[in-house]
């Protein structure tokens, strides 16, 4: 039998209607009728089994019978930051972030970045985020912010007891990334890297340097992989 359909809900309640969007995909796309059983979450890491009370045109009501505590979060906390990408590659780094378990997403700007972040996009940031983790069975949605430089960046992470940041000319890894923390913050850049004087900034900041190999990466490669060796070390992928 296949898991109930997943809707997201901000402001969940007993009895309650989905939002426009969410009513047209559960009524035009899925077919649901009165009676089908679906699953809500509103990110907080907590879902609700309801059941389908009506469906018309004003949108898709639900009655919650359940209220359960997900059990497909991560124990380590993680912080993605991330260089502006061109064109959807950052939609594809905050995607797979988010599938990969990450807390929480912050895109900033840096010297040899070329992408520019606005309002609109960062909305649509948050929206493949949300749509990730609806799809991936989460119960919580990372927030995905904008920091104008890399200092802001890199400030909002330093409280993280690991604080990795990975750079191409790095010819070897200052930090052993099995011994992460309860949080994790991961630094990479966008796609022209970063210059000498924005690794000694992170230094200064607690940062260590983390080579990914021999091999330069593609900037959402080398996020996706050092997000993938993380949760494999910290045992979320085993």
């Known amino acids: 039998m296949a898991a109930p359909k997943r809707f997201f809900a901000p402001d969940i309640r007993e009895e309650m209607t989905l939002s426009a969007q969410e009513s047209r995909h559960a009524k035009n796309v899925l077919r649901l009728s009165e009676g089908d059983e679906v699953t809500l979450f509103d990110g907080s890491g907590k879902e609700y089994s309801a059941v389908v009370t009506h469906v018309g045109k004003e949108g898709i009501g639900v009655h919650v019978v359940r209220e359960n505590i997900s059990d497909r979060e991560p124990k380590t906390w993680v912080f993605l930051l991330i260089g502006a990408l061109k064109g959807d590659k950052t939609e594809l780094v905050v995607q797979k972030a988010t599938e990969l378990g990450v807390s929480r997403i912050g895109v900033f700007s840096s010297r040899y970045c070329a992408a520019y972040m606005n ?9 493949v985020a949300c749509e990730a983790a609806k799809q991936c069975l989460r119960a919580s949605v990372p927030r995905v912010e904008y920091y104008k430089t890399l200092e802001d960046a890199l400030r909002a992470g330093s409280e993280c007891d690991t604080k990795l940041f990975a750079c191409e000319f790095i010819t070897e890894t200052e930090s052993d990334i099995i011994d992460t923390g309860a949080t994790v913050c991961a630094v990479v850049g966008s796609e022209g890297g970063f210059t000498g004087e924005e690794y000694a ?6 940062y260590c340097g983390v080579s990914l190999g021999r091999r330069i990466l593609r900037a959402e490669t080398a996020a996706i992989a050092l997000l993938s060796v993380i949760m494999h070390e910290a045992g979320e992928l085993g």
Request: hydrophobic share 35%.
């Open 119 to 127: 309002e609109k996009k960062l909305e649509r940031l948050n929206r």
């Open 201 to 206: 900034l992170a230094q200064r900041l607690g």
